[in-house]
């Protein structure tokens, strides 16, 4: 069937250039749902009838850059320099069809030999359809486009199959939940709950990458939503389905899933764009965001009079986070940033019981670093209270902290806060040489400038030479350790 796309030339020319030398190419996968969708695809995906070795120089004349780490996998890419200054990337893989055995975590690549069968072999059906180039033929056998107007995810063959197949696939269901705002087929969702324990056989490193782009996808509430109700939070992220089980301790959510579930939503509302100091989307602002109260499970109590407390969650949760983000190999710093967004998330509530004093106000900016943008905004999208006085009171607050901060930035330099005498001068004034001592003056001087603001240089060593001659400046439980 030909059908009229508004189709990138960069396909058209590639197709004529296969065509020249008696290759199949087609479109495939994302770039033609787009199409159908109306959305625009940066990179485009093609597969073919030629084996990599025939297509590679094909490929190195089409592009202006190429590369081949998928070759293994039957697939070779190549970047084409556009004259409006854009890039646009294309990947072209031989037909094939990718299996697991039951105890692998890598797939099996057999090469096919026709487009249905490539196609056949597809997660879902609304990535199952092909546009032969440069001809424009559509290619349809499973009633994608149909699955796309119902806004369906439908397996090409029995879910079982597909599932069997690659068990990624239960993920990117889910993950398409997130992006596409499509439901999964009944038939298709059992067999995810039913199969859902077959995901641990793939890589953490596969598994993170579809939950990052759930995350960071335009609804991923949705996603969640579904990654719990199909059993695969279970597996990959147990902390968040355990959430379920308990009730926060105001009452008045359903559970604390839900709360989560809120703050994830006005978390997303309060990144800004992309000249702000938090560009949408943030995946640590959102990995927080879902992680902030996973350590209430553990920390629930049972208090006279019907209260319950979750002591130390924030520190017990940032454990809890921590150990999750390094199981599904989350780069070091996105780690330690969400670990310590999770421990820092209660750090403000302190100023709603007094307003903090300059040097408190400076200590938060300092101790918050990197993080102060997003720990402000997670602590805002935490305030899900329903009542309204409350709310307005801590808005006010944290109204109120943002504005102090402003003001002591515009008297001072807090990115560059260091103690009004550097480790040289202290040695220079106590007569020390370097060694853990001029680190506990150092430290102290830290402190001392936190709490009053710059000094001149006569003050600071005043402030010095009090601290020394005030006694043993290293407390006994300390001397033990030296």
């Not at 296969?18 to 159908?36: I, K, N, T, W």
């Not at 995946?283 to 992680?291: G, Y």
Request: glycine letters at 8%; aromatic letters at 8%.
């Amino acid at each position: 069937m030909a059908v009229d796309f508004e189709v990138s030339p960069v396909a058209i020319e590639l197709g004529r250039m296969f065509a020249q030398h008696g290759y199949e190419l087609s479109l495939v996968g994302g770039p033609v749902r787009d199409l159908l969708l109306h959305r625009r695809s940066h990179d485009l995906d093609f597969c073919t009838s030629a084996r990599p070795e025939e297509f590679e120089p094909i490929l190195r004349r089409f592009g202006d850059g190429f590369w081949d780490m998928g070759r293994k996998f039957g697939t070779l890419g190549a970047v084409k320099h556009l004259p409006d200054g854009r890039d646009v990337s294309v990947e072209v893989t031989t037909y094939r069809s990718d299996t697991y055995n039951p105890d692998s975590r890598k797939p099996e690549v057999n090469y096919g030999d026709s487009l249905e069968g490539d196609l056949s072999r597809r997660d879902f059906t609304v990535n199952a359809m092909a546009l032969r180039v440069p001809d424009l033929e559509f290619v349809d056998p499973f009633g994608g486009a149909g699955d796309i107007a119902k806004k369906v995810l439908r397996t090409p063959v029995s879910p079982q199959q597909s599932f069997d197949d690659d068990p990624l696939r239960m993920m990117r269901a889910v993950r398409f939940v997130a992006q596409l705002g499509f439901h999964i087929a009944p038939d298709t969702a059992e067999a995810i709950e039913q199969m859902a324990g077959r995901i641990s056989i793939v890589s953490a490193e596969r598994v993170r990458d579809e939950l990052t782009k759930l995350l960071l996808s335009a609804n991923p509430r949705e996603g969640l939503e579904a990654l719990v109700d199909s059993g695969l939070a279970d597996i990959v992220l147990p902390e968040l389905p355990a959430l379920q089980l308990q009730i926060d301790e105001n009452h008045r959510h359903k559970d604390i899933f839900e709360h989560t579930m809120m703050v994830l939503d006005r978390a997303i509302a309060l990144e800004t764009d992309a000249e702000g100091p938090v560009p949408a989307p943030d995946l640590e602002l959102r990995l927080a965001a879902i992680m902030h109260d996973v350590g209430k499970p553990r920390t629930r109590r049972f208090e006279n009079g019907g209260k319950v407390s979750f002591y130390q969650h924030d520190l017990v949760g940032a454990r809890m986070t921590r150990k999750r983000l390094k199981a599904l190999k989350f780069d070091h710093h996105i780690v330690e940033d969400v670990s310590d967004l999770v421990a820092m998330h209660l750090r403000f509530h302190g100023y709603l019981d007094e307003r903090w004093t300059d040097a408190a106000v400076r200590r938060y900016v300092k101790d918050t670093g990197h993080l102060y943008e997003r720990l402000n905004r997670l602590t805002r999208a935490d305030a899900t209270t329903a009542n309204k006085h409350k709310e307005h009171m801590f808005s006010a607050a944290m109204d109120d902290l943002e504005q102090r901060v402003c003001e002591l930035k515009q008297k001072e330099d807090f990115d560059a806060i260091r103690p009004d005498l550097n480790g040289g001068q202290i040695m220079q004034i106590l007569g020390l040489q370097p060694g853990p001592m001029v680190g506990r003056a150092y430290k102290h001087m830290l402190n001392y400038r936190l709490d009053n603001g710059p000094v001149d240089e006569q003050t600071a060593t005043e402030e010095l030479q009090r601290w020394w001659n005030g006694g043993d400046p290293l407390p006994d439980a300390e001397r033990d350790d030296e």
